[in-house]
């Protein structure tokens, strides 16, 4: 696959081994004008191939029809892509299986750019007129906000009571018989009954997702961060993703594989409240007529951030490490008014968490449990100050794990990418390694001899082969939840684990962990990654004294938390929120500081080697997302080089003849068009520029017949509303449906009233940079390219950016420029 690099080294020297295909370091004057290239000039689509870069077609969103229709039409291949969407009966290039060196065109953007034309200005005036609208409007954005807190408590509330039902039988079940079957052959009863259990409840939440909702596989937070990034990722917020998600990460959890419910928690806050913030039901065809007004991707998107932040506060009782969550990790145009509701949304949450806790406990009203998971506060001394050394090694090592568990994870993911794609062999591959997971569980508990004094209540103990009164520290460790596993590492005294337990448990549970992520059920990462990370730093805690036999230190529970916090930022890659969260679990404001040096130096130890799993999933999903700067060392990219050309236009009066044809052309996939003044084409420039209009506007228009035989623009009577636009959102008609007669295509359909008159624009001299910060800022979906005349040249979308990454290679560093699968 040819890659053009712009390679430079590390001083200002410019490489004389780029050629061919590297992108030389001419300078401004020197650059031959792009406008008269070969690239620019219209090309029929059977000369567009799929492996090069197509600026062509570049500035396309493709709808979900137009993109099938080009497929069928040109004989494209799609790419095989994860569980984000299933693509189980075509076929696939081999040489695009798993790369991360290409751009899907199948992923359209969100408009956060409001169109500010004559409809909306006119429900401004009217809203201006009446105090009482704003004040509405602002006091339904709070109901939307509480209601997205309460009903995502209420979510985590059922999964962790199903759980809790479900283990609690599971683990009764299973010791019942191991008591009565200690001895013998006979000690394969109760394996066989434990295996039999945990691979019936994997195989039920792996057919929930592989012929349910593909998109509900894993935690969801990849899926979130590209929707709040401005990435329209299809199915990720509907209900029956949410339920998919719901009961799939229960059977997931229950069924013993190494993962948490505490990463889905996040995604199904989202899908919530993508769901309440537009008042219906587009799956059961119900609408509520209230909210009408959220009806867009600038709206929805915003109430998505405050439930992604009210998932992390159900989740671990974080109300303010969910805010940082979103704002870190998810969300990229961020005001105060948002903040403010993002917090309340995760304090509501937290807040009903406990309560309905609380009642199903037994204990009304005692607020102690404000997450589905908490820690529990550290007694006694934390830390001294000489012990911080260690604790920044213990970073390091949580990059280095953190690096090798990524390395190991993709590489899986690719083999799952080429082999593992069929709905039945996913089903099947949850199933092998439910069946693996229990049977190393089962082998280090029967072969361990680690058998520890009974001091306090724990749960799901198993005594084994020990004597009364004692239990097998290896039971407790593989036969628990991993969220009391935890517990157990962070707070049991010291002695409480042998080093052949902790180092085998270690090394287990990091490959079943590396393993099961991936796979198609729901699963979290945080808490097998903390589970990991306890591990071997409890295993540093107890091999300490050994070390420094002189020095007065710390419990070794303190080691497992820093250890559990490495891990968890070697993985993710997470560094304010993360800190956050794991400071308001423990209720510990002493352990900031090292736990802040901790996230930090395993980020960048991690980044040395590879990006943080989420990333890596996105990357191999092709998705365009863009990072918060530009690329490096693009400064001298203008955006005649980046701006796709040539472009489809339409007259400020257009027929609809001609519209009906574009939107049914299966090479003009495009989904926002440029309104112009007429011109003579000369395939350099395309008209005076006037506006924007969306593919959606135009179908709505359609659909509702707003044309006539020659249309006035100082006709108040316009057959069409704002709320129109707004019923039909998200899913709007399909253009191959909508009935136009022969007499209809000759009517005139006036764009004025309904295009955006001031949409953003830049010069073709433009910097990369400069375009990115401004198409990152402000969250747009299309910027004109315009010439000195305001005459249109060229249009930026968010792949035309998202191509160009930073990049290294043999020692030099230089800009590499992605190619955009349309298959």
Known sequence: MSLRLQLKTLNPIVSDMATGGLRSNRSKDDRVPLLGDRRYLRRSHDEIETTHSVQGSAETEESGDAGTSQRHASGLRYRRTMSWKDTTDVDTAPEEIGTTKLLSAKYESLDYDEAENWLYIKEESKLGARRVGHARKGLARWVIMFLI?????????????????????????????????????????????????????????????????????????????????????????????????????????????????????????????????????????????????????????????????????????????????????????????????????????????????????????????????????????????????????????????????????????????????????????????????????????????????????????LQMFCNDGEYSSSASLFFNTPEESVKSLFHDMQGSYSVTTLTVF??????????????????????????????????????????????????????????????????????????????????????????????????????????GLYDIHIELQSVPLLNWDPPPMSTTIRAMEVMAHPVTTFNMVERVGRILEVLKDPRVNHNGFPVVDSYVPNGLTFGIFRGTILRSQLIVLLKNKVFSVWPNLYDPHVPVGIEDFRDDYPRYPDINKLEISELEK???????????????????????????RLFRALGLRHLVVIDDSNRVIGIVTRKDLARY???????????????????
């Open 149 to 461: 807190g309460t009903l995502t408590a209420m979510v985590a509330a059922t999964i962790d009571i199903l759980i809790s039902l479900l283990a609690g039988w599971k683990y009764g079940v299973v010791s019942a018989y191991l008591v009565t079957h200690i001895d013998g052959t006979n000690i394969l009863v109760p394996f066989i009954i434990w295996l039999g259990i945990d691979v019936l409840f994997v195989s039920i939440a792996a057919v929930m997702v592989a012929y349910g909702e593909p998109v509900a596989a894993g935690s969801g937070i990849p899926q979130i961060k590209c929707y709040l990034n401005g990435v329209k990722v299809p199915h990720v917020v509907r209900i029956r993703t949410l339920i998919c998600k719901m009961f799939g990460v229960t059977f997931a959890v229950a069924g013993g594989l190494s993962v948490g419910k505490e990463g889905p928690m996040i995604h199904s806050g989202s899908v919530i409240a993508a769901g309440v913030s537009q008042g219906r039901s587009t799956t059961f065809k119900r609408d509520f007529k209230v909210f009408r007004y959220f009806r867009s991707d600038h709206e929805k998107r915003d109430f998505v951030s405050g439930g992604a932040a009210a998932g992390v506060a159900a989740a671990f009782g974080a109300p303010v490490g969910g805010v940082l969550f979103a704002l870190e990790e998810g969300a990229s145009f961020w005001n105060q008014s948002l903040t403010w509701r993002i917090f309340f949304a995760s304090m509501i949450s937290t807040f009903t968490l406990n309560v309905l806790l609380s009642f199903w406990q037994g204990k009304p009203w005692n607020l102690s449990n404000p997450g589905l998971i908490n820690f529990g506060p550290f007694e006694g001394l934390m830390y001294f100050s000489y012990e911080i050394p260690v604790f920044l090694l213990m970073g390091v090592l949580g990059g280095l794990f953190g690096a090798i568990f990524n390395s190991i994870n993709y590489r899986l993911s690719i083999f799952r990418l080429k082999y593992v794609y069929s709905r039945y062999s996913c089903v099947i591959e949850a199933m092998i390694v439910a069946l693996v997971t229990v049977t190393i569980s089962f082998l280090c508990i029967y072969l361990s001899d680690d058998c520890r004094p009974i001091t306090r209540d724990m749960k799901n103990s």
């Open 506 to 611: 270690c090394i287990c549970y990091f490959l079943l962990a590396c393993w099961t992520y991936g796979l198609s059920v729901p699963s979290g990462l945080f808490i097998p990654s903390l589970l990991t990370g306890a591990a071997w730093g409890r295993l540093i805690g107890t091999a300490m004294p050994y070390i420094f036999p002189e020095a007065t230190l710390s419990s070794p529970g303190i080691y497992a938390f820093f250890g559990a916090a490495a891990q968890l930022g070697g993985i993710v890659r997470m560094t304010i929120s993360l800190t956050v969260i794991l400071m308001e679990a423990t209720s510990n404001i002493t352990l900031g500081l090292p736990l802040m040096l901790i996230m930090v130096l395993a980020k960048w130890v991690g980044d040395i080697f590879n990006h």
């Open 805 to 823: 990454r930073f990049c290294t290679k043999n020692g030099k560093v230089g800009i590499e420029e992605l190619h955009i699968s349309y298959t």
């Open 746 to 772: 000759d009517c005139m359909i006036d764009l004025r009233q309904f295009m955006n008159p001031s949409p953003y624009t830049v010069s073709k001299e433009a910097s990369l940079p400069r375009i990115f």
